[in-house]
């Protein structure tokens, strides 16, 4: 099955899972800079999410440009992954709302760990489909980062239990690592394509 449908729809998802997250920001009522001083634990959920949401749009591209197929097990592993990305805005939100307390702090690193596990699923889907030896087989590998990024989600949700806030640099600090476009794909593609191209020549 050709993937351009999925592409499409993932993407609708993600554009309105960032909607929804910005309209949880309420306009303050007061025109002075003390009103919104209350919002900022929301403000800073919202950044922190919206970077979130944006690796994985990005990666997700990346993933589906290499791709040349679909299959029913890869789309039911992509709307799981939409599954646990569309509970972002729930669980930001109230981390925010609560100034970043013990539970809603956990919460947030339960969906960002399921949706670290989501993306790995669908990313071993799509490498089963196309082979070990296919561009996204050679390019991902293991996945190391994603596997660790999985581990330190994990531990920020015990030591959310402990002190939140390094629960939050926990998280910060994921986001900091994916936020660089991964680019084993990219130069995977380039080489395949140097390659091709010298096979026709």
Known sequence: MKKSRLEAFSDGVLAIIITIMVLEMKVPHGDSLASIKPLLP????????????????????HMM????????????ANMHLLFWLSLVPFASGWMGENSFTTWPVALYG??????????????????????KNSVLGKAVGIDPKGILSVVIYLAAIGLAFMNPWISLFLYAFVAFIWIIPDSRIEKEVVVNGSTKDEKHS
């Open 42 to 61: 929301v403000f800073f959920s919202y950044v922190l999410s919206f970077i979130y949401i944006g690796i994985y749009w990005n990666n997700h591209h």
């Open 65 to 76: 440009h290499a791709a040349e197929q679909v299959n029913g097990r890869v789309m039911w």
């Open 110 to 131: 339960l969906v960002l760990f399921m949706n670290g596990v989501a993306y790995y699923i669908l990313e071993r889907c799509l490498i089963q489909l196309h082979g």
